[in-house]
């Protein structure tokens, strides 16, 4: 891979400034030299895999999607790479993930892949000096393995999110909260931690989102909380994934947790400030000084690890009987 230091100034994003200017406020899809740098054949998928085993399942998320009995999007399930204590082969794996529905997130890449960290921190700071509203704080990086036939189930992250494809194609489905409002109730539960990301949407709303296909070199910036899902499209797909706050979002997250705090501690029924509000700036100081001091401890959310990677198991996925399945607090 090319080292940060040798990358030509404005080589790393591959659009005109105008074209990216939207980033924070609406969809962007984007070109980007982040495919030609990261050098993720399999075999550097191979390493960052065992790693993550290595590591155990608080360095990774391994899903699929089962369906649900009333069709549509499915509900996600968990599940190990590897039982504590034993041996992954990141060959093996990596051809049951290319071979089905399996999906993977690599996590703390500044510990398990710190050439791909520092590569998508020289994008981000590409961003900033070409964007000129465009600044960011507490960024999360995660490296997305996934096999032909994976997806994501519709839901929202409590941050920005900018996502680098590297290999495969991917389609993307967004829905404007303008136009397809989240209640402020579900937002709220998920940033104060009592339940995962996985959002409601209603039926007739599956088929108005906006789509996006992404290519290698390819890329998609979107809002804070905007709900979202994927779908992988026929070939084992690999992308940089990230998130961020930027003041803006900041004050948006801070508001709703003061706000779900109102209603659950003092049992009100706040309104929603909407962005830029002053309503909002204020409530966002208060959500955040309660964050400082603590005021909201939640119960941990508990998620089952319901499955281990086996490529002698249809799929390579070995159901483990309930008394042996992990939970984990994630």
Do not use: C
Not at 46 to 63: C, D, F, Q, T, V
Not at 66 to 87: C, I, M, S, T
Not at 242 to 262: D, F, K, M, T
């Amino acid at each position: 891979m090319t080292h940060v230091a040798d990358i030509a100034e404005g080589y790393l994003l591959r659009n005109d400034t105008s074209e990216l200017a939207g980033v924070n406020r609406e969809v962007v899809v984007f070109e980007h030299a982040l495919a030609d740098l990261a050098a993720l054949d399999d075999a550097h998928l191979a390493r960052i895999i065992e790693r993550a085993a290595k590591a155990g399942p608080m360095h990774y998320n391994l899903s699929v999607v089962e369906p649900d009995d009333e069709g549509g999007y499915g509900h996600w399930v968990q599940g190990l790479l590897a039982r504590p204590g034993e041996k992954v082969n990141g060959w093996e794996v990596l051809e049951l993930i290319r071979a089905g529905r399996l999906w993977l997130q690599v996590e703390h890449l500044h510990e398990l892949a710190p050439d791909l960290y520092w590569l998508m921190r020289a994008a981000y700071d590409e961003f900033k000096r070409r964007v000129a509203h465009f600044t960011y704080f507490n960024l999360y990086t995660n490296l997305l393995i996934s096999g032909p036939t994976a997806k994501v189930t519709p839901h929202i992250d409590v941050a920005e999110v900018l996502l680098f494809h590297i290999r495969g194609h991917k389609k993307f489905t967004l829905w404007d909260p303008a136009k397809f409002p989240v209640p402020d109730e579900w937002r709220e539960s998920i940033i104060l931690r009592e339940q995962l990301e996985d959002v409601p949407l209603k039926p007739e709303w599956l088929s108005q989102g906006t789509e996006a296909v992404l290519g290698p070199g390819q890329g998609v910036s979107f809002p804070l909380m905007w709900p979202h899902a994927v779908e992988n499209l026929g070939e084992l797909n690999v992308s940089l994934q990230s998130e961020y706050h930027h003041p803006a979002s900041i004050r948006r997250y801070a508001a709703l947790y003061a706000n779900g705090l109102l209603r659950r501690r003092l049992g009100m029924n706040p309104h929603s400030t909407g962005p830029g509000a002053w309503g909002e700036a204020l409530r966002a100081v208060a959500g955040l000084a309660a964050k400082k001091l603590k005021v909201h401890s939640p119960k941990p959310r508990k998620v089952a690890l319901s499955f281990v990677v086996d490529a002698r198991a249809e799929g390579g996925v070995r159901w483990l009987p309930e008394k042996e399945r992990m939970l984990v607090t994630k």
